[in-house]
C-alpha cells in the first residue's frame, strides 16, 4: 500500500528524531564519560614565562597565549622553558622552574570532563604553594608572581587526560 | 406544381438555403413564372437584409481581449505552481533522497561539534576551579579573564613582607 505524503513525511521526521538522539547519546557518553574510564595517563605540560617591563616584546612563541597575557598587565612576556610529561594518575610530575624552583604535579581525578590536578610550588625545599585546581582536559590556568632576574614568573599549567 | 400558397410557406426556407435541391429547383422555377411570388420572395429577401443590418449596428462590440488576457494569466499561474509542486516532489518526495535533509543536518551537527570533541570544550569554557589553595603564608589573588576564561592564580607579597623577606634573602639567599 502506498503510504500518502503526510505519511511519509511523518516517517522521515521520526526516523531523523531516532538519528539525532543516538547521535547526542553516542556524542555524549563516548567522547566524555568514555574517555573518563579510559583516561591512563595524563599529559600535563608547563610554560614557565617570565613578565617584565624591561621591553615592548612578546615571544613569538607565546601567541596562542597573547590574549590571556594581557590580564596581567606587563609589557613583556618571553617563553623561557616548555616541558611537557605524561603522568599517571595519583602519580607525580615534577618540573624544574628557573631560579632554583620546582612544580610538582599530581592528577587526582578525572570526573565531569574536569581533571583535578594538585600543584605544589617549592623554592628549594620550602613550600610556596599548595593548590588544587579542577581545569577542563585540554585547558590551562595560570600561576604567577614569583620574581626573577627583574619581572615575575608566569607558569602556564594546562593538563590533558590521555 | 405547387400552388402559390405553399410556394411562399417554403420561401423563408429556400431564402436562408435549408431545402433540398430538388425543393429548391422547384421553388426557383416557380418564382421565374409568377410574378406575384416573386415580388414576395423580393419583399422577404429586403426585410431579412434589413433585420441583419439592424443587429449589425445595434450589437456593441465585445472585448475580449482582457478576457483572453486573464485566462492566460490564469493557465501561466497554474503552470507556475504545478511547477514549484513538482519540483517540491522531486525534492523531497524521491526516495533517493528522502535521507538528504536529515543527512545535510547530522553533518553540519558534527561540523558544528568538531571542536568540542576533539577540544574537550575548552575553548569555550577554560575556567579552571580553584578548590583549595595554602600559600604559606603569602597573599593570593584569585583572577577569572571573562574574555579568555582565564583563571590566574597571582602570589605577592604586601610591602611590609616584602621587606622582611628582603631582609631574610640576604641572610638565606631564598626569594620569593
Not at chain 1, 547521535?23 to 579510559?38: I, K, M, N, Q, W
Not at chain 2, 405547387?2 to 410556394?7: A, F, G, H, N, V
Not at chain 2, 543536518?105 to 570544550?121: A, N, Q, R, T, Y
Request: aromatic content about 8%; some cysteine.
Amino acid at each position: 500500500m502506498k503510504m500518502s505524503l503526510p505519511g511519509r513525511t511523518l516517517k522521515r521526521v521520526i526516523l531523523f528524531s531516532v538519528l539525532v538522539y543516538l547521535f547526542l547519546v553516542v556524542g555524549y557518553y563516548d567522547p566524555l564519560y568514555g574517555a573518563e574510564s579510559r583516561a591512563q595517563t595524563v599529559r600535563v605540560r608547563i610554560g614557565t614565562i617570565l613578565a617584565s617591563n624591561q621591553s615592548d616584546e612578546i615571544d613569538p612563541k607565546l601567541n596562542t597565549m597573547r590574549n590571556q597575557l594581557k590580564v596581567m598587565m606587563y609589557r613583556s612576556y618571553r617563553l623561557l622553558k616548555e616541558e611537557t610529561q605524561n603522568v599517571s594518575w595519583q602519580g607525580n610530575a615534577a618540573f624544574d622552574i628557573p631560579g632554583g624552583r620546582s612544580l610538582v604535579v599530581t592528577p587526582e581525578e578525572f570526573r565531569g570532563r574536569q581533571l583535578a590536578l594538585k600543584v605544589r610550588l617549592q623554592h628549594g625545599d620550602k613550600p610556596v604553594v599548595d593548590t588544587t585546581v579542577r581545569l577542563n582536559s585540554g585547558g590551562n590556568f595560570l600561576l604567577g608572581g614569583p620574581q626573577h632576574e627583574g619581572g615575575v614568573l608566569v607558569l602556564s599549567i594546562s593538563a590533558t587526560a590521555q | 406544381m405547387k400552388d402559390c400558397e405553399e410556394i411562399r410557406e417554403g420561401l423563408g426556407a429556400w431564402l436562408d438555403g435549408e431545402l433540398s435541391r430538388g425543393d429548391a429547383d422547384v421553388i426557383r422555377v416557380h418564382l421565374e413564372h409568377c410574378a406575384a411570388c416573386d415580388q414576395q420572395r423580393r419583399q422577404m429577401a429586403r426585410l431579412d437584409e434589413s433585420l441583419k443590418s439592424l443587429v449589425a449596428s445595434n450589437v456593441q462590440p465585445v472585448e475580449f481581449e482582457s478576457f483572453w488576457r486573464g485566462v492566460q494569466e490564469r493557465i501561466a499561474k497554474g503552470r507556475r505552481y504545478e511547477e514549484a509542486r513538482q519540483w517540491l516532489h522531486f525534492a523531497f518526495a524521491r526516495p533517493g533522497l528522502a535521507w538528504a535533509v536529515p543527512a545535510v543536518i547530522l553533518i553540519l551537527i558534527g561540523v558544528l561539534s568538531f571542536d568540542w570533541f576533539w577540544k574537550g570544550g575548552t575553548r569555550r569554557n577554560n575556567f579552571s576551579t580553584v578548590e583549595s589553595i595554602d600559600p604559606h603564608g603569602r597573599n593570593v589573588a584569585l583572577l577569572r579573564e571573562d574574555e579568555t576564561k582565564t583563571t590566574v592564580i597571582w602570589l605577592y607579597q604586601n610591602q611590609e613582607d616584602e621587606n622582611e623577606s628582603s631582609g631574610e634573602n640576604v641572610e638565606t639567599g631564598h626569594s620569593f
